[in-house]
């Protein structure tokens, strides 16, 4: 029988002249195939030019600059700053005691660390650590355009770009822009509201918002009345108290204070502290005993969550402690722990503040602490609820900010505006992005985690995720990534649920639910480490994705990848040579051939026969 080979091997033969393959060999390749498909001329992993718009200028976006040189290429970066400077919320809140929740250690950038003064860091020195990290990278001359406001912002998906109004305050003109990608990254706290209290702006002496605060104004021997117990009313109350003549203050519903985040490294009783010396030059010689320092404070962060969870043995030891430290700082006043102290919620609520001697200024003999709403301003002070007018030198708001999520200005998808979309309550995706807007990523948006310590490790983990969108836009020729409302609509519906288990959902006034009582409690459903391992890396299953090209993978381009061509290792899978851990192509040793090549050893060592 015999065996027959059809068609003829290309390479069997000789190429001579007679040769039928002669022509075969070398045929050019087609342009095209049938349906009229053609490579792409460019190795894989080839990255188009995209512009993203970043709104806001505070830490976020510095960490977006700083990792966006280190490891974006062909990214076109432009950041819209309503204030004068950089820094956000370091930069608006200078009321007297502004000071970080986190411990300073802790609240800082892993690429940017540094030596600071105190345990719980005060606004003017966190705002100019962010500063040295502007000045140092020159980022408001390369990216940022101060005193600009976003004022519109609409995606146009005939070519895939997000069409911004944005508002020059200096000329007050308004210009357009446009960008693939649009990032919140202005921070959670960031619109504040006066409180709607009768007359307010009548009042003849000095009215202040905590958040626009006229630094350095001398409050001494002044008549004072501090209206709002959040965090910036507990930490004005306990920074002033001593300089007043007479404060005036209300509690208007029961709250914890409790010693701030990692307590068993702070002060005397959780109270804040200045290293000395002596600590300072340790942090500074010891470089990875400061990191272990860090760690173990972090370690603390990251345990915090389980006092969270209603009916847990940490939530008791916590409520029963904070009550008893409560009652003694209070002088046992009757009146004050039957108004103030929580009786249907645990700590944790609200997210805590440090504010040592907060509640000892609460029975000082020069305050007044009120329990009852206040009735009204006039022009020389206020009207209490019992119809009495006591007057003022000054009055300090610190009623917090508009925490609703909404924004501030038309934000349109296929000519649905995010406001109304979020009218009757929010639905995020992971608290990254919103559902159908495509290309739009926030910086802690709804359901974030807003009370799980330090923002500074979620930034960096933000900003990872959205560069890893963003490059693979680049690289796969992608238009757009809008997270799916199904998905979004399950996330949402777990979160609500299993937020019932944690105190986020008690019966206290929190920002954290707008404000309210019984806001929606947007916040994120588990620990930290919990979120920092969802945001590991993006799913990309969870978004609609629109591809500019037919073929999805003409993003393989012409067979080669770009690293052949870049100077990075073309051998990187197989380890680093290079001693500082860099990516690039050995400068092999020339003399290891010598050692290793077999055509230096002798014919014994040959291996004949295959």
């Given at each position: 029988m015999g065996i027959h080979a059809e068609p003829r091997s290309l390479c069997a033969t000789a190429g001579d002249a007679a040769?039928?393959?002669?022509?075969?060999?070398?045929?050019?390749?087609?342009?095209?195939?049938?349906?009229?498909?053609?490579?792409?001329?460019?190795?894989?992993?080839?990255?188009?030019?995209?512009?993203?718009?970043?709104?806001?200028?505070?830490?976020?976006?510095?960490?977006?600059?700083?990792?966006?040189?280190?490891?974006?290429?062909?990214?076109?970066?432009?950041?819209?700053?309503?204030?004068r400077d950089i820094g956000g919320t370091w930069l608006e809140n200078r009321y007297p005691g502004c000071a970080c929740d986190i411990p300073s250690a802790n609240y800082q950038f892993s690429w940017k660390i540094k030596l600071w003064s105190h345990y719980y860091s005060y606004a003017p020195e966190i705002w100019e650590y962010l500063k040295d990290i502007e000045r140092e990278h020159d980022f408001i001359s390369k990216y940022v355009k101060l005193r600009h406001q976003v004022e519109r912002a609409e995606w146009d998906n005939d070519v895939?770009?997000?069409?911004?109004?944005?508002?020059?305050?200096?000329?007050?003109a308004v210009l357009d822009d446009s960008a693939e990608f649009f990032i919140n990254s202005g921070g959670v706290l960031n619109n504040w509201k006066w409180p709607g209290i009768p007359g307010l702006h009548t009042f003849k002496g000095k009215l202040m918002h905590s958040a626009s605060y006229?630094?350095?104004?001398?409050?001494?021997?002044?008549?004072?009345?501090?209206?709002?117990?959040?965090?910036?009313?507990?930490?004005?109350?306990?920074?002033?108290?001593?300089?007043?003549?007479?404060?005036?203050?209300?509690?208007?519903?029961?709250?914890?204070?409790?010693?701030?985040?990692?307590?068993?490294?702070?002060?005397?009783?959780?109270?804040?502290?200045?290293?000395?010396?002596?600590?300072?030059?340790?942090?500074?010689?010891?470089?990875k005993k400061y990191l272990e320092y860090r760690k173990q404070i972090e370690n603390e962060l990251n345990q915090r969550f389980k006092f969270i969870i209603k009916g847990s043995e940490e939530a008791r030891q916590a409520r029963e402690f904070s009550r008893a430290e409560m009652s003694a700082k209070l002088n046992n006043n009757p009146r004050l722990i039957e108004k103030i102290i929580p009786k249907n919620f645990n700590p944790g609520c609200r997210r805590p503040t440090p504010a040592p001697g907060y509640l000892e200024a609460l029975v000082a003999e020069n305050a007044t602490i009120f329990t009852d709403p206040i009735d009204s301003i006039t022009e020389k002070g206020f009207v209490d609820h019992e119809g009495r007018e006591h007057e003022v030198d000054v009055i300090i708001c610190a009623t917090g900010f508009d925490t609703s999520w909404l924004p501030r200005f038309p934000f349109i998808v296929d000519g649905k505006d995010l406001r109304d979309l979020w009218s009757d309550g929010v639905t995020s995706y992971l608290?990254?992005?919103?559902?159908?807007?495509?290309?739009?990523?926030?910086?802690?948006?709804?359901?974030?985690?807003?009370?799980?310590?330090?923002?500074?490790?979620?930034?960096?983990?933000?900003?990872?995720?959205?560069?890893?969108?963003?490059?693979?836009?680049?690289?796969?020729?992608?238009?757009?990534?809008?997270?799916?409302?199904?998905?979004?609509k399950q996330f949402r519906q777990h979160a609500d649920l299993y937020l019932q288990r944690t105190a986020w959902t008690s019966p206290c006034r929190s920002w954290f639910k707008q404000g309210?009582?019984?806001?929606?409690?947007?916040?994120?459903?588990?620990?930290?480490?919990?979120?920092?391992?969802?945001?590991?890396?993006?799913?990309?299953?969870?978004?609609?994705?629109?591809?500019?090209?037919?073929?999805?993978?003409?993003?393989l381009g012409n067979g080669f990848q770009t690293r052949e061509f870049d100077g990075r290792d073309i051998t990187n899978y197989l380890g680093c040579l290079d001693n500082e851990g860099r990516d690039i192509q050995p400068d092999y040793d020339p003399g290891l051939i010598d050692v290793l090549g077999g055509f230096n050893l002798n014919d014994s060592y040959m291996v004949r026969g295959g």
């Open positions: 040769d039928d393959n002669l022509g075969v060999r070398d045929h050019p390749a087609p342009e095209t195939d049938q349906h009229g498909y053609r490579i792409r001329e460019q190795p894989m992993g080839t990255k188009r030019k995209v512009k993203v718009v970043l709104m806001g200028a505070g830490a976020s976006s510095l960490n977006f600059f700083k990792k966006a040189e280190e490891e974006m290429n062909n990214l076109e970066i432009v950041c819209y700053e309503k204030n895939g770009v997000w069409r911004l109004k944005v508002r020059d305050l200096n000329k007050n006229e630094e350095g104004y001398d409050l001494s021997k002044k008549r004072v009345a501090v209206i709002g117990a959040g965090s910036s009313g507990v930490q004005i109350v306990a920074a002033i108290q001593g300089q007043v003549s007479k404060l005036y203050h209300w509690i208007r519903s029961p709250i914890w204070i409790t010693a701030g985040f990692a307590q068993t490294w702070a002060g005397k009783q959780g109270a804040n502290f200045r290293y000395s010396d002596e600590q300072l030059d340790f942090l500074k010689n010891n470089p608290s990254i992005g919103v559902p159908t807007f495509p290309n739009h990523f926030s910086f802690c948006g709804p359901y974030g985690p807003l009370g799980h310590g330090s923002f500074m490790p979620l930034i960096e983990v933000w900003t990872k995720y959205i560069m890893s969108v963003i490059t693979k836009s680049q690289v796969e020729n992608i238009k757009s990534f809008r997270p799916k409302m199904s998905v979004s309210k009582i019984d806001g929606q409690a947007a916040i994120w459903p588990g620990s930290r480490l919990h979120f920092l391992e969802m945001m590991r890396q993006p799913r990309y299953e969870d978004f609609d994705i629109d591809y500019w090209d037919d073929n999805i993978f003409s993003f």
